[in-house]
């Protein structure tokens, strides 16, 4: 897996988290690559990892509990599980961007869209100024005010704000991520917005900087059908027209679907299967895949039963012997309860970790 | 609907307050003393003279006629007089609560250098020897009894070290500042009387510091506890996602959310402050309402007594209406 | 239609917002969130009726509306021939048996200091109409119907998995043999392989118990698997009812094509082609005059604005209320199956 279309490289990366009850490994040798420009779409229930996997790359990890006990994560050849904190942070919102889940909650409530924006764009210090800013118009413009994004932002007396302009950078990241009003948009504080908005506010600040990597934790899943559906048309639009790399965080296998080159399918803390889109989706080789694909309810109701899977997600703290999918799978024989299978190649591009499918 | 509106909105809810207290103040005093007359002049005095006392304070008539002479003479301005000769009330609440009021700012002004950051330390390195000393130390400043500190510190920085004055706001022999605020330190400093102002700070430190530290525990722990609920939130999480540096997330945003819940307690504590700190004031004989509220109380002075508790009133209602004001400031969330 | 189990009858539900005093003297006009809007819609005995719509549309409000948890401003709920608006608080508690609900969130519907057990059992013991072995008998015998382990019944919730937490609330619904049960977004909350199960277990448990249900959802793929008729909500009205095949091949109405084109399926040749849709939900404290959605509607003409669309009939049992609703079929991009 080398060569310079690897923009991230993952090998062997384990991650622990201590509780009250036991040790849990919340990822587990987990080994992948994102491509320069791919939309990778991570899939899995709750408690496979896959939110941990994205806090990972980008190290916003809770250090007590979690610890990463083991593995590297190259981005651009640089392993930036090294990376002091102040490092870290450079890259951060410049090269590594990340949205998440409620967007509501992810503003801070006292300061408006605008001044949140402006921070954003103003702590680039020693930016680079060969690679400008997303924004649609010309390059000339004027970009970042001068204050440090340090600058204290005084709370504005109820009933003053209405009237403030923004620059004309703000502006345009706003309007760059079809928000129609983005004037009174800018001047609104977080609790004023809707959903779809405050997440395309979320985007805006996260792409403005061009990011080589934009990592995305199930950003669509606190959002209306209607309105999901506008935004990964936007994230794919813009994934056009900057050429970031996508990590898509999803349950949802539809989504990912749709949004998706690849995808990286998660259960019980590790890596099952790794395949394009398209190939996924209509050969499945992993038991786990397949069934959660046949789950997917589609028929109508006279059109007979779905396959379901039987059982529970394992306990992280006691996960099954051998094979963490063995007591659910209907394929199971003798050694899947002896032995973990590692993710072996089965064709190109396609990875699975199955005794099933490997060549004996 | 703007600033103003919502101050107004406020104050108009206050007056039922204010109403309330002074009727309640003025029927417990009515009640509770069976014979003003003899009480205000003395076991000796004729009966003449009481009845003539009676008559000219309608003491004879019911309540309610007495509450409206109450009532409209406050209005007027006119709060009463220290029956037996004396001067208006209301001139000596103007004479002592200025004292007051620079004590308890004073107080204020320490307990927020003392107590936010200790906060936010605490929260900060929480769960570690750092924060339980924190705790421990607010904890027995907080359970203490107010004479108890004050006491303590009288002794060891006025007695033994001689470090600062323990008595009064001026030295003996000293002129007072020219009177504009009746606040010797504003005083001093308005009118560049650079003598009277270190002399007062002087005095100032000792009784403001003691009373600060009964208080500053709640400031801290208000201040800790929403740190650590602040600290929690997604968005100071996105904000570290935004490249955003450590000490900027912390004070820029956790500490700016953090601060709501404990400006607004610092509102009511000025309140109750204002009021009158009783025990502070007869430790270091600092002469402010609690004093005087004392002494009126002592003597069974009515009007005083009445109008101090109005002043206490005005006060409480007056640190809340600030706190619900910065509250509203400091959180856009709240509707105006 | 004596077949049916239950009816909503231009059922009104509006929430006051605070209105202080201040606003009285400026003559502020009193707003409310206008939740449910002169709705009127029937579940048949033993039949699914899907309730479709996006957050704002009203659906869990009416659900409730319905059980009589909230009493509705103005409208009837008939429930087997009985309009329950008229009856009064005790005689509505003799009701509940026969009409139950199960929620979203099965963290949140079930007391995490009670044992599975006493949650399943505890229906039972506030009716008292049952001695303790019978209690006993009827809580082993749901718990097995809906596949909880015996030997659980002394654990608390929180031992427990999402589905199987699920399980339980179903349980408790079932233990006084109801007839009715509103479901409001059931699995929502669950895991997508966790899912599938308990739409299983719910569709078995129909038959096996003669249950009418009112599955609450937002997920279309849920609905089409779990009814057997559709009615779809905007904005605190009723936009679209019909049988779910019919509304979901044919719609009548632009926003249910449009819900209908925004539903993502799990394969990557069929990518969502989103009709142009723009704008927000909108609020339901002031709603759009005239039709609600025609702020963001494609094919929206004057009226739209000014006149609110009818529900009217406009095929067998298929109702939509668009002024333009049989001329919807002409345009391009419409009934996607």
Known sequence: MNGSDWLLNISDLTVEYKTGRGKITALSHLSLGVRRGEILAVVGESGCGKSTLGLSIINLLQKPPASIASGEILF?????????????????????????????????????????????????????????????????????????????????????????????DIIEALRAVNISDPEKVANKYPHELSGGIAQRVMIAQALVERPSLLIADEPTSALDVTIQAQVLKLIKKLRDEIGSSVIFITHDLAVAAQVADRVAVMYAAQLVELSGAGELFKRPLHPYSEALI?????????????????????????????????????????????????????????????????KP | MGILTFIGKRL??????????????????????????????????????????????????PIYVQYFYYMSNLIHGNWGTIPGGGQPILYNIEIFFPATVELAIASIVITIVIGIPLGVIAARYHNTKVDHSIRFFYLAGYSSPPFLLALLGLLVFGYIFKFFPTQGELTVGLIAPKHITGMYVVDSLLTGNWIDLRDSVWHLILPATALSLTYFGVVAKMTRASMLEVLQKDFIRAAYAKGLRGSTVIFKHALRNALIPTITILGLLLGSLLGGTVVIESIFQWPGIGLFATQAVENYDFPAIVGTTLIFALAVVSGNLIADVLYAVMDPRIKV | MTDDIIEARDVVKHFPIRYELADRVLRKERQRVHAVDSVSLSVKVRETLGLVGESGSGKTTLGKVMLMLDRPTSGQIIFKGEDLTTVNDEGLRAKRKKMQIVFQNPNASLDPRQRIGDIIAEPLTVFREHGRSEIHEIVARISEAVGLPLDGMMRFPHEFSGGQRQRVAIARALVMNPEFIVLDEPTSALDSSIQAQILNLLRRLQDEFSLSYLFITHNVNVVKYMADRVAVMYCGKLVEIGETKEVLEHPMHPYTITLISSIPLP???????????????????????????????????????????????????????????????????SGRS
């Open chain 1, 76 to 168: 651009n050849g640089t392993d930036i599980l090294k990376l002091n904190e102040g490092r870290m942070a450079a890259l951060r919102g410049t090269e590594i961007s990340m949205i998440f889940q409620d967007p509501m909650s992810s503003l801070d409530p006292v300061y408006t869209v605008g001044q949140q924006l402006r921070e954003a764009i103003n702590t680039k210090e020693g930016r680079d100024d060969k690679k400008k800013p997303y924004v649609v118009s010309s390059p000339d413009l004027e970009y970042g005010a001068k204050a440090r994004a340090s600058r204290l932002m005084l709370p504005q007396l109820p009933g003053a704000r209405r009237e403030r302009r923004h620059g004309e």
């Open chain 2, 12 to 61: 108009l809810l206050t007056i039922p307050v204010i109403i309330g207290v002074t009727f309640l103040t003025f029927a417990i005093s009515f009640l509770f003393v069976p014979n003003v007359t003899v009480a205000w002049l003395g076991l000796r005095s004729t009966v003449a003279a009481r009845a003539a006392l009676a008559a000219e304070f309608h003491l004879n008539d």
């Open chain 1, 294 to 358: 046949l789950s997917f309810p589609r028929r109508y109701k006279d059109q007979g039963r779905l396959d379901a899977i039987s059982g529970d997600v394992p306990d992280l703290r006691a996960p099954p012997s051998g094979c963490r999918f063995h007591p659910r799978c209907k394929y199971a024989f003798d050694r899947c309860t002896a032995e973990m299978p590692h993710l072996v190649d089965v064709g190109s591009d396609h990875q699975v970790a199955c005794f099933l499918r490997e």
């Open chain 3, 267 to 333: 394969d990557p040749e069929e990518k969502l082609e989103t009709k142009d849709l723009t704008g927000e939900i909108p609020s339901s404290v002031n709603p759009p005059t005239g039709c609600r959605f025609h702020p963001r509607c494609p094919y929206a003409q004057e009226i739209c604005k000014t006149t609110e669309p009818p529900l009217r009939e406009v095929s067998r049992g298929h109702w939509s209320a668009c002024h333009f609703a049989e001329s919807l079929g002409d345009l391009p991009g």
